[in-house]
């Protein structure tokens, strides 16, 4: 069904849904590329070296293309929720900025130490930035997910200012971005499994399952803090709507263990995006229609139909442009890196 021929109530829940999809994207590219800086970050060892360049190959070719998932997010936002995009930038601008501080900042260093690599070795002044921002913005974006989430940030007589606007440092927040951390650095160890060989496949394998198992800590605390800060939220991700898919999550996240003990990397690949995919696609659906918990929802900060209506037009023609030179991309670049993993 065409934009113009869907009624207007239903067009701030279309756009609401491709913005959930942009946050798929950005969440298994993105956050893969993020912890591959974590990684970088903490690689240590007689091979630490080997495993620096494995990450800086497997980024190499796609370490900016992953962040127009991001930016179509944020557009999104601007045009087709203008009063939510304008009430976050408020109650969440230490974290945003710093986001985006990180993201420019871990832009930057990868691509001057990739450039004085031969001459001055990976352990520079731009690694440990690299490595640093790359850890540092997960965390803050896992915070700011909680926050949108717990029900802390207030609008008070419908006035800009939000009430606890460091809804970002609650307890609650204060795991999920550990949690967001150590699912990135997951994602991460799982696909260079996929892009190595030899003793540095292996060392990632045992970095996937310590990571593994990190985030399975972290996730319980996360259950245990959500049903005691966010009743509402814990309601939804037990109930009848968000259940069964957050459900099938779980049950996917020890089916990829066990693929990544035996061997069979590409499966586990596979399993592990399935299994992020699954959690967030859960929390979406809880979430769901509150943008910003209780006082936003897509409708009441929707802008007018007309721009909704334009905003969703663009969407397909983008796509038919951005999804198939993605495509291309990883095909010629990222193919190279395989290694023949089952």
């Known amino acids: 069904m065409e934009p113009d021929t869907l009624p207007s109530e239903a067009l701030p829940h279309l756009a609401g849904l491709v913005a959930l999809l942009s946050v798929l994207a950005y969440a298994v590219l993105g956050g ?33 293309a992953n962040h127009v998932w991001l930016i179509f997010l944020i557009i999104i936002l601007f045009t087709g929720f203008p009063a939510a995009f304008g009430f976050l930038s408020i109650a969440l601008y230490w974290p945003f900025h710093l986001v985006l501080a990180g993201i420019a900042l871990r832009g930057a260093a990868f691509v001057f130490r990739a450039h004085g690599q031969a001459a001055t070795g990976w352990t520079t002044g731009w690694g440990w930035v ?6 540092i913005t997960p965390l803050l974006l896992g915070a700011c997910l909680a926050a949108v989430s717990s029900g802390e940030l207030r609008l008070e007589a419908r006035a800009p200012a939000p009430i606890a606007p460091l809804a970002w440092l609650s307890p609650l927040a204060l795991i999920m971005g550990p949690l967001a951390l150590s699912i990135c650095s997951y994602l991460a160890a799982v696909y260079l499994t996929l892009e190595t060989g030899g003793e540095v496949r292996e060392d ?23 049903y005691a800060e966010a009743p509402h939220l814990w309601a939804e991700l037990t109930g009848p709507r968000a259940g069964p898919i957050v459900a099938v999550g779980i049950l996917l996240a020890p089916a990829s263990a066990v693929s990544l003990l035996q061997g069979r990397f590409s499966l586990a690949r596979i399993l592990a995006t399935g299994q992020v995919l699954l959690l967030l696609l859960g929390w979406a659906i809880a979430q769901w229609p509150y943008l910003v918990y209780p006082d936003l929802t897509l409708v009441n ?22 999804v198939p030179a993605l495509w291309f991309l990883f095909a010629v670049f990222k193919g190279r890196n395989e290694t023949g993993g089952r």
């Open 32 to 64: 893969a590329d993020f912890g591959g800086g974590t990684w970088d970050l903490f690689a240590s060892g007689p091979r630490a070296d080997e495993h620096r360049a494995a990450i800086g190959r497997a980024m190499g070719p796609v370490w900016e």
């Open 130 to 135: 690299f490595g640093a921002a790359s850890v």
């Open 204 to 226: 990632f394998r045992r970095r996937a399952l310590g990571a593994w198992v990190v985030a399975g800590i972290l996730s319980i605390g996360t259950l245990f803090l959500t």
């Open 301 to 322: 900060s929707a802008a007018p139909p007309a721009t909704l209506s334009a905003l969703l037009w663009t969407v397909p023609f983008g796509m038919l442009l951005l």
